[in-house]
């Protein structure tokens, strides 16, 4: 039986998760045909309703700039995507039109911080951004158990108001600034500064030789963040390469029920 799966997003040219995708299929000898598929806001849910006419097509993964609307669309959401308020991986119910909507962003997150042998449980936090994937990270960085969230964004009543969400299903302390009296043991740019070559308007001094900076963003090269990150003395620099072949992962999980082997696409992408 051969399987249909697709990413929306616009732009989409550039997505890596068809070959992401097809090389998990392989480990389990899943006939999987995953495509791109570029839409428009006014004609994404007549392209996702087409898309779901083929047979045995199994699920989409939604980027940029439709995870709202994938969350509006579906009928159902797991209980990290109803409060990231974003879907960026939707499932059909076996045999049914019904639609269920899932966020794989924030496991994504945390599998490849595990895979960097980083556990977040009792750590600071400092988030940087308050976009659609601060909002996906958020309520798993809450699930992994840390002490302290600061949430900082260039623009800070979305920062606010990210904190006042987070505060109605979380237990840790929750500050919608940065600390600088804090050491802070991860330091994540969720901010889309680095896609324009930019950094956030943060002090140096805040990244400490206790501290992992991670950038969402990712690059062949090191992206702003990481090398401001990594000029200032941090313990290590990671970009989100490994976070897009996790999230991968739990999107795959999420329509087959079998967790794919990640190391062989890390290497295959890095090189
Ligand atoms: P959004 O457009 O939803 O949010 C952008 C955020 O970045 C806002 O908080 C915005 O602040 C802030 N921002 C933009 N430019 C700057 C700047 N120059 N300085 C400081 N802050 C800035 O984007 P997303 O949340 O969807 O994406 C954010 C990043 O995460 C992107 O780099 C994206 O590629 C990456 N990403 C990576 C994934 C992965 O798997 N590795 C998955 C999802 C996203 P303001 O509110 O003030 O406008």
């Known amino acids: 039986m051969t399987y249909h799966a697709a990413v929306f997003g616009n732009p989409i040219a550039q997505s890596k998760s068809p070959l992401i995708h097809h090389n998990f299929a392989k480990q389990f000898g899943i006939d999987l045909v995953y495509v791109k598929q570029q839409s428009e806001m006014s004609q994404f849910e007549d392209d996702l309703k087409r898309f779901f006419t083929q047979k045995n097509s199994i699920g989409v993964n939604v980027t940029a700039p439709f995870k709202e609307n994938a969350f509006n669309w579906v009928s159902e959401h797991t209980d990290f995507a109803a409060r990231a308020g974003a879907v960026n991986t939707i499932i059909r119910k076996p045999n049914t039109d019904t639609f269920i909507g899932a966020n794989s962003d924030g496991l994504g997150l945390i599998a490849d911080l595990a895979h960097h042998q980083l ?73 889309s500064a680095s896609l324009t070559q930019q950094v956030p308007d943060v002090p140096a001094a805040i990244f400490t030789n206790r501290t992992v900076a991670y950038d969402m963003a990712y690059s062949d090269k090191l992206t702003p963040f990481c090398q401001l990150a990594t000029d200032s003395g941090c313990k290590h620099a990671l970009d989100g390469l490994g976070m897009l072949v996790e999230q991968a992962a739990v999107s795959f999980e999420c329509w087959f029920n079998e967790r794919p082997k990640t190391d062989d696409i890390r290497k295959l992408l890095r090189a």
């Open 119 to 191: 556990d977040l449980a009792d750590k600071s936090v400092l988030l940087i951004g308050a976009g659609g994937a601060a909002k996906g990270a958020l309520p798993a960085i809450v699930g992994a158990g840390v002490k302290h969230i600061s949430i900082y964004n260039r623009t800070k009543s979305k920062a606010e108001s990210l904190i006042k969400e987070t505060q109605e299903y979380a237990s840790c302390d929750l500050l919608a600034s940065i600390d600088e009296t804090k050491v802070y043991d991860l330091i994540i740019n969720a901010s």
